[in-house]
């Protein structure tokens, strides 16, 4: 079975920096505050992989991680 | 200048608005980092600095043990009886306060309202481009970087931007005065009031589509906020908004006059810019940040008093090589980046997203019209004082036209 990956955001430590949106706008978007959340259901595609990777990477309130089932 | 007298150690005397900081910081900050990491100073009353990222984020995040009810270090004190909500909310509020007043300003500077900027701001940087246009030699900061922002925050205001001379002024009072007698600092901020007061009883009067109706028109704790109030959230938006952004365009055009591969490089790959960006926002944080001790406590072994100044400088962590791999060097394609331009937890910059919309836009103009540029004269390049570092003069020779 395949492995599957999901991001998440910590919404009581996002900040709304907007790093994971500008990063990975594939995966994360801006609610009407600037903060961030995944979109849908958080599920990564393959081709998006490393956008995750370095949305999770690049997040100054490290609030954007992995759920990985 | 003049106010102070020179630093000679850094450790046990620093002063944050010496001219040996003002023109290189960097130094300052890898030899303290290395060596100290937490220095402290007599000076304003007593002030302590930390240089390691992990320590700057966490008297950052420790909102229990520090105040921000002044953010700007001088030899004045705002009283403890103005917190929660301090001098400028809410960049100056403890919690609770903070958080309240933070939603006024967070939906008008969401990236959605900003990218609504983007096409007046960058028709803007074309105009000034274009002012510029003929001659060999520019000022990028006096006839460039510090136009923007002004304009912007104006605009957004529903202040004349004929004033922007005015604001500039205020500006500098608040974040260069800091040396002046408690007097002269407390007198020069009063015209700006009068100035304020004057243009929000005309939106008292004239309720309009602009940042000032909508902050008389917000309510924080259940009530609408005061005509004071209002003027405090608008000298924050003036002073944060100002300096800043001019400070980061400057030090960015700074780094690509003198640094062709990179110049080069994002003329090539328009693409890399938004990753450009952020690593320019890393290597030259224009902001450092100042707390105020609430209480006297031992702190990692420093032992603080009650109203010791701390400041917080970002620009020191984003070159900690602790945090980042060649933290002095600036990579302009660095993929990784947790930078802390912006500040981290609960203060953010509530103007990041138009902040770095902005800088993204003049760089981007700047490149388009004037791709080929140099320092027209290196040893003449001034650096603002204090806790926003940009550079204020910064003569620019491009390649004369045909």
């Known amino acids: ?69 | 200048m003049g106010l102070h007298d020179r630093v000679t150690d850094w450790a046990r005397d620093f002063d944050h608005t010496d001219e040996g900081w003002a023109a290189d910081p960097y130094p300052i900050w890898d030899e303290l980092r290395s060596t100290c990491p937490v220095a402290r100073s007599e000076r304003y009353g007593g002030v302590w600095l930390p240089t390691r990222h992990e320590d700057v984020v966490a008297i950052a995040y420790d909102t229990d043990h520090f105040s921000s009810r002044s953010v700007v270090v001088s030899k004045f004190r705002a009283p403890v009886e103005i917190a929660p909500v301090g001098t400028a909310p809410p960049i100056s509020s403890d919690p609770p306060f903070h958080k309240q007043a933070r939603k006024v300003l967070l939906p008008v500077f969401s990236p959605r309202a900003v990218s609504a900027l983007e096409p007046s701001t960058r028709a803007y940087c074309e105009e000034l481009l274009e002012q510029m246009r003929g001659r060999e030699v520019v000022d990028a900061a006096a006839d460039y970087a510090q136009h923007i922002p002004v304009r912007v925050i104006a605009n957004m205001l529903g202040l004349p931007e004929a004033d922007a001379d005015v604001f500039r002024g205020f500006v500098h009072h608040v974040l260069e005065g800091v040396s002046l007698p408690i007097e002269e600092r407390v007198a020069g901020m009063l015209p700006l009031f009068d100035y304020l007061e004057k243009h929000i009883a005309d939106h008292v009067g004239n309720p309009r589509d602009d940042l000032i109706s909508l902050l008389l028109d917000s309510e924080v704790d259940g009530r609408k906020l005061d005509g004071f109030e209002v003027a405090r959230m608008i000298l924050l938006l003036l002073i944060a908004g100002i300096d800043t952004t001019w400070s980061a365009i400057g030090a960015s055009l700074w780094h690509l006059a003198r640094t062709p591969a990179d110049r080069r490089r994002l003329l090539a790959e328009p693409g890399l810019m938004p990753v450009a960006v952020e690593e320019l926002l890393r290597a030259y944080a224009p902001v450092t940040m100042a707390r105020l001790v609430k209480e006297d406590m031992d702190w990692n072994g420093c032992p603080m008093k009650a109203d010791d100044w701390v400041l917080l400088p970002f620009p020191s962590a984003n070159r900690d090589p602790a945090a980042f791999a060649e933290a002095d060097t600036v990579v302009i394609d660095r993929e990784v980046n947790r930078h802390l331009a912006f500040g981290v937890g609960i203060h953010r910059c509530v103007g990041s997203h138009l902040a770095r919309m902005e800088l993204t836009v003049a760089l981007g103009a700047w490149l388009a019209a004037i791709p080929d540029f140099e320092l027209a004269e290196p040893a003449a390049v001034r650096w603002s004082e204090g806790q926003v570092r940009g550079p204020r003069i910064l003569a620019i020779r491009r390649p004369a036209l045909p």
């Open chain 1, 1 to 69: 079975m395949m492995w599957r990956m999901n991001v998440h955001v910590d919404a009581d430590r996002c900040q709304g920096h907007g790093r994971c949106y500008l990063t990975a706008p594939g995966l994360f978007e801006a609610d009407d505050l600037g903060s961030g959340r995944p979109i849908g259901d958080g599920a990564v595609p393959v081709a998006l992989q490393h956008d995750a990777r370095l949305a999770v990477a690049n997040c100054p309130e490290r609030a954007v991680s992995f759920e990985g089932t």
